[in-house]
């Protein structure tokens, strides 16, 4: 059964930095994997998509990649702003089960600091 | 630009209620989804749809009921609510195919007392 983890559960950094947020996932037969953003009591808004046959997704200050054989994915948010404090969530669409359920991160909660 | 509705924000029932969660998306997507979110737990398949009419049961079905009548709209209805099912309720629709995203609502707060 496919799992999927984020490290860190929690992420506190100065304004301007860059970071990474990790994604891993235990079993490589996916369709996609993508990126969310949830801020508090509210819904999930996709950031990037990144499909199965790619390396990477670039969306302005964000970067996903995808190394589907060792289960890992990274999100680079370059020059860090206090608005991009939420909640970062990736999920996996799993080849089994005709592909159509989602299997979610728990997400990693980000504070940047004015 | 992509949209997902979901009716109601914020909804506070009695327990023994029937409570219905309406959801319309304007993307003629194929697929839809209803999520319960909750502090520790993740986001949690409740059903999905993949056609009019058609239904798949998800992770936790258990209580929860579904209707889809039109390709629009997915109904995610409480037949009898209960308090452990106070949580945030997340609809979600996607396009056919392999590789398209998945779009997410507000997101409904259902609080049962």
């Known amino acids: 059964k496919q799992e999927v983890t984020q490290i860190p559960a929690a992420l506190s950094v100065p304004e301007g930095e860059n970071l990474v947020l990790n994604c891993s996932f235990t079993?490589?037969?996916?369709?996609?994997l993508q990126w969310f953003r949830q801020d508090p009591g509210k819904g999930l808004t996709s950031l990037l998509l990144i499909q199965s046959s790619q390396r990477e997704q670039t969306s302005g200050r964000l970067n996903a990649s995808l190394d589907k054989s060792s289960g890992r994915s990274t999100l680079y948010i370059a020059a860090s702003q206090p608005g991009d404090s939420a909640t970062y969530l990736c999920a996996v669409r799993p080849v089994d089960n005709y592909g159509q359920n989602f299997v979610f991160g728990p997400g990693t909660r980000l504070s940047v600091l004015p | 630009d992509v949209k997902v509705t979901q009716s109601s924000r914020y909804l506070v029932k009695r327990t023994g209620e029937k409570v219905f969660l309406e959801c319309v998306q304007d993307?003629?997507?194929?697929?839809m989804f209803w999520y319960r979110q909750d502090p520790g737990l993740g986001l949690r398949l409740i059903y999905f749809s993949y056609d009019v009419k058609m239904k798949e049961k998800g992770d936790i079905p258990e209580g929860y009921s579904v209707s889809r009548e039109k390709k629009e709209r997915f109904s995610l209805i409480l037949e009898s609510a209960s308090t452990n099912q106070t949580s945030m309720y997340l609809c979600a629709s996607r396009g056919g195919g392999s590789g398209n995203t998945i779009y997410f609502g507000e997101g409904s707060w259902l609080t049962v007392v």
């Open positions: 079993d490589s037969a996916i369709y996609n």
């Open positions: 993307m003629d997507h194929e697929n």
